[in-house]
């Protein structure tokens, strides 16, 4: 049982690389979410998505992009690099039929320099 | 638009020693709220979670949280704490329309003594 998965773990990116963190899930949960996290700020919501095919934005999505062609796969994408894109970044996934609380992956931990 | 706020950023407690943390939410209806931990270098993990019923929910590792309407609070507690509840605990207030975005608190530190 798997749960949420992100890959990778750790990354450095040089300002104005382009990469994409993965995120999947193996519960059939139809929401996704995908946070940042900043020391002494909280987990902030950068995109979410209802099912396949839907996203939206949420809190912080400037400088990131998503999509969510299957049930499983969650991708984030960030175009540009940035130093303030530097961050702890967490996907999520919940269900209507799990009351709504978040499974977390474990992270990936980004450095933009 | 919904906010929480934990007022205490660092606690430090004996082992052995009681616990409570607070969480003080604002939103228009009735609230769903959550808390969770989060150990070194790890993800979250679901604490407990309030949807309706019963103001006092009962969670995993020995916790529960009280849900006061008239305080708009949501304070986490334990009787008596272990070493390994040493992490951060993040509380959480949710609704279930517009996707069941949840908005995090900025989270309260809690180092054991021993």
């Known amino acids: 049982n798997a749960g949420v998965t992100q890959t990778p773990k750790f990354r450095i990116l040089k300002i104005g690389q382009s990469m994409t963190l993965q995120c999947a899930q193996d519960?059939?949960?139809?929401?996704m979410y995908w946070y940042r996290q900043d020391p002494g700020m909280g987990l902030k919501l950068i995109y979410y998505?209802?099912?396949?095919?839907?996203?939206d934005k949420g809190e912080v999505p400037n400088g990131y992009n998503v999509s969510r062609s299957t049930t499983e796969d969650f991708p984030l994408r960030l175009e540009l690099a940035a130093p303030s894109q530097t961050s702890v970044y967490f996907c999520?996934?919940?269900?209507?039929?799990?009351?709504?609380?978040?499974?977390f992956g474990s992270g990936t931990r980004l450095t933009v320099v | 638009a919904q906010s929480v706020t934990q007022p205490d950023i660092h606690i430090t407690v004996s082992e052995g020693a009681s616990l409570e943390l607070r969480c003080n939410y604002s939103?228009?209806?009735?609230?769903?709220l959550f808390w969770y931990v989060q150990s070194p270098g790890q993800g979250l993990q679901l604490l407990l979670k309030?949807?309706?019923?019963?103001?006092l929910v009962q969670g995993i590792k020995g916790f529960e949280a009280e849900f006061k309407r008239s305080q708009s609070s949501f304070n986490l507690r334990k009787p008596s704490v272990h070493w390994s509840d040493a992490a951060e605990y993040f509380c959480?207030?949710?609704?279930?329309?517009?996707?069941?975005?949840?908005?995090f608190g900025t989270g309260t530190q809690l180092k054991v003594e021993l």
């Open positions: 939103y228009g209806a009735t609230p769903y």
């Open positions: 519960m059939n949960h139809n929401y």
């Open positions: 998505s209802v099912g396949a095919g839907i996203t």
């Open positions: 999520a996934s919940s269900s209507e039929l799990e009351n709504y609380g978040y499974t």
């Open positions: 959480a207030v949710g609704t279930t329309g517009g996707g069941n975005k949840l908005t």
């Open positions: 309030y949807f309706s019923g019963d103001t």
